[in-house]
């Protein structure tokens, strides 16, 4: 008997487990944890404020507001029509 630890990235993990529980007759799962991803920092993410500042174009920010009006405005009426 053979013994593997992997660590699997979540956007595989589906895939590997169903692969592995296909092969019940000769693959044993033992335990199946998950343990949290601590690589998203609310502090770390707070510290990204303002990167792209020096690119911003300030003229264009009254627009934002406009825009998802429209968006909106749009979807509803394709939704309801």
């Not at 627009?63 to 968006?71: H, K, R």
């Amino acid at each position: 008997m053979h013994t593997l630890t992997l660590n699997i990235k979540e956007s595989a993990y589906g895939s590997i487990l169903y692969f592995l529980k296909n092969l019940q007759n000769d693959v044993e799962i033992v335990s199946d944890k998950v343990t949290k991803n601590n690589t998203h920092n609310p502090d770390s993410i707070k510290n990204l404020r303002g990167v792209f500042h020096s690119y911003a174009d300030p003229s264009k920010i009254d627009l934002e507001m406009t825009i998802s009006e429209q968006y909106i405005v749009k979807k509803y009426r394709k939704e309801n029509l």
